[in-house]
Nanobody
Framework: QVQLVESGGGLVQSGGSLRLSCAAS????????LAWFRQAPGKEREFVAG???????AYSESVKDRFTISRANTPKEVYLQMNSLKFEDTANYYC???????????????????WGQGTQVTVSS
């Protein structure tokens, strides 16, 4: 069982930066693939970035070269560094954990078993 708690959201101007954090509890954290998803009002939840236990990463095309996902096993956290933020990045951002030892990053939310409550990111234009 894994519990996830996001933090770091807020209001930022277009072109600015934010760093999201997701703190995890539970055992075997180092084996879980982790990802960030986001959901804007009236839209479906979408994949943003993911990282495996071996630190293989993947990004959606819309955030590639602007966002960076990373993880630390001590403390048990995953991060999303967001640079050059755009108005369209405004959304509620969710941290998720998938099945242990999966060697690939999945972009499907169906592959993630544990979710945080979300943190709101608002980018003013």
């Amino acid at each position: 069982q894994v519990q996830l708690v996001e933090s770091g959201g807020g209001l930022v101007q277009s072109g600015g930066s934010l760093r999201l954090s997701c703190a995890a509890s539970g055992s075997a954290f180092s084996s879980y693939p982790l990802a960030w998803f986001r959901q804007a009002p009236g839209k479906e939840r979408e994949f943003v970035a993911g990282i495996t236990w071996s630190r293989t990463t993947a990004y959606s095309e819309s955030v590639k070269d602007r966002f960076t996902i990373s993880r630390a096993n001590t403390p048990k956290e995953v991060y999303l560094q967001m640079n050059s933020l755009k108005f369209e990045d405004t959304a509620n951002y969710y941290c998720a954990a998938g099945a242990p030892w999966n060697p690939e990053v999945s972009t499907s939310q169906d592959e993630y078993d544990y979710w945080g409550q979300g943190t709101q990111v608002t980018v003013s234009s």
